[in-house]
């Protein structure tokens, strides 16, 4: 049987995210918000019977074995390692958290409990597109997988910021261009299986204000990104984010990779090779428009609601075996906590080289900002209350 | 009537920019070439009465008012500067020399001699989708042009290395990507008026052989560039170019303005606008195909044909006038010797940059090299041995 799921925030992704749950067979029990307000408002639009602004009125919950944490960064790490704690399953939105102390609270919470999934919501990783690439990358298909010498990104978004001002117009919060770096990040790192060294990168802030938000509060994520990693093998990625004056609900990208013996290329959902010695470059898959969805919604663009459609099938699929709670192998896709800590370090460095002009080497935290008795106090005062 | 012309250089940019001469009306009287059997080659292909090894014997005739240096960067200089001492207009190939020093002279020399024309050949300055483009950015067609935020250059070019090793191979002589850089690096100043501040960037050398060139002689020049400038008044410039695994006879390019009411961009040859507001992109200028020369050599791009086409074009209007020996107006969009001291200038930043990963502020040398003494003594001295 599937577990119940408790969804930690609400608005558009929520609206997306639950009726996605629901279509592979898995029970919506409860939905939290910020407000009192905007958690009822969710919960009646998505017809959920219980809504809550309290943490804990989720988390306490027996019928709910699984929590989605698609809410405001900084409560990320809180809410997965109380959940962790009370010995539920943990799928977070990215990012990690808010900085390299979330993510690292996180991944020890989550070392703490492997029995329990804990996961981050990179959906690229579940884009069909992707998933072939890093399969003809590791069958060599352009050369061997340490041969790849350059690595081309190149994202153009029409809109970053939502219609009411929230934590994606923030720059302490991660928000805006931000947020799409952590996913071009995540996605180089799952593709060629490496991780960067050292990274340089330009944020800018073109958009302070729209139609909507133009009052006191004013945007201060930045919009674009231009930034470059030089990973363990002396290979480079160049990535270039632009959502500055690209038409409303404008997604494109184009992911390229050069290996010894040709490229290989996804654009959109579909994936092309060039093969060294060939005249034109031949289509490994194209996407096929399967997708039930209807995606008006502005903020999550194709890729991402498909790529998480994948994800919730890969989730069912790990819950759905006879043979033990769950079982590993179709979530294995997945970015785990340890992911997203590397992501807040990639992050980091290029918010630091924005401001020094100066390559910034990745440095991973290992301090240990949380104890193990500190994790299992944060479970069992919970436990104990129920 | 127009000058009779005289050609330093041979091989594969020499072999069109004859025929190109001819077809404006103007008579090619002399080659040079750094050996006599180079030089004798291409002036029987071209069909050129006269042909030399010697410098002097080509800007010493009489029948010869107007050099084409389009030879050896290292040479471009010393060429130049003795062609204007003994009067003779000069259109100079890009690279404006090998460092500053040498565009420096190049720039003293031409000050000391304003009634002579001295041109950097940068083709693309008159290819008539970038003219259309700096006409739109001056009409504030996508609002002032102080206020243009953000300019993206994308290049994709097949080939970079000639069939034979020549100096386009070597790094030292600012061959491959560096060439390239240049034109880019020029196309920017002419299009937004406005100079470089500072810049970042990061080359690569991909290709180390080609099937002819396997050698001993292995090449240097980088292949890859990804550099970002920042302007006088802030706007910041991502130029992209890469020719790694691109197939051959690929040639790609794509400019991208970004002001404060809407983008106007330059797709190969043709020009279009996004205004504020609208759906989508109308264009503005559509290339036609008006080029009668076949374009099947490998290391002049279409457009740099055609745009180099349209300078000589221009030269033959300067020349035309019935008033003067030669009248400004029509030549006003070339690159003067100024614009290739800047150039240079650019791009040692940029060489800087990778080397030290840090941004790097762009220093124009402002010291005297050559004395007005020197100039006149390289005219004259030459003058009495006729």
Not at 32 to 50: H, I, M, Y
Not at 80 to 102: E, N, R, T, Y
Not at 325 to 340: H, L, M, R, Y
Request: aromatic fraction near 8%; charge should be positive; glycine fraction near 8%.
């Amino acid at each position: 049987m599937l577990p119940g799921v408790g969804v930690f925030g609400t608005g558009e992704i929520a609206n997306v995210l639950v009726p996605l749950l629901r279509e592979k067979g898995f029970e919506v029990r409860a939905i939290w918000g910020r407000t009192l307000k905007e958690a009822k408002e969710t919960a009646s639009a998505q017809n959920v019977a219980f809504h809550t602004n309290v943490i804990d009125e989720v988390l306490l919950r027996k019928d709910v074995d699984l929590v989605f944490i698609v809410c405001q960064p900084f409560l990320h790490a809180e809410i997965s390692v109380k959940a962790l704690g009370i010995g539920k399953h943990v799928v977070c939105d990215k990012p990690a958290g808010l900085h390299q102390m979330d993510a690292l609270k996180m991944v020890r919470a989550s070392q703490y409990y492997p029995t329990l999934i804990s996961l981050v919501n990179h959906p690229l990783r579940f884009l069909p597109a992707f998933t072939q690439m890093r399969r003809c990358l590791q069958e060599e298909l352009i050369g061997p997988l340490a041969a790849v010498v350059l690595m081309d990104v190149r994202v153009q978004l029409g809109t970053l910021f939502p219609e009411k001002y929230n934590w994606m117009c923030d720059a302490q919060m991660g928000g805006g261009a931000l947020n799409l770096v952590g996913s071009v990040v995540d996605l180089v790192s799952y593709l060629l299986q490496q991780q960067a060294v050292r990274v340089h990168g330009v944020l800018r802030s073109y958009t302070k204000t729209t139609g909507a938000i133009n009052g006191i509060r004013q945007i201060t994520a930045p919009d674009f990104c231009n930034f470059q990693m030089e990973l363990a093998s002396g290979t480079l990625v160049t990535v270039a984010l632009h959502s500055h004056t690209v038409p409303a609900k404008t997604f494109s990208q184009e992911v390229l990779v050069y290996g010894s013996k040709g490229h290989l290329v996804v654009r959109g959902g579909d994936l092309f090779v060039l093969k060294e010695g060939q005249p034109k470059e031949e289509a490994v898959y194209v996407d096929v428009q399967d997708l039930h969805f209807s995606t008006n919604n502005s903020l999550l663009p194709r890729p991402y609601i498909k790529g998480l459609c994948k994800m919730v099938g890969a989730l069912k699929e790990a819950f759905g075996s006879k043979e033990s709670s769950w079982i590993k192998a179709p979530v294995s896709t997945a970015a785990t906590f340890e992911d997203g800590l590397y992501v807040q370090a990639v992050v980091e460095a290029i918010r630091k080289s924005n401001e020094t002009r100066q390559w910034q080497r990745v440095q991973l935290s290992t301090d240990t900002p949380l104890n193990h008795d500190q994790i299992i106090r944060y479970g069992y005062a919970r436990m104990s209350t129920m």
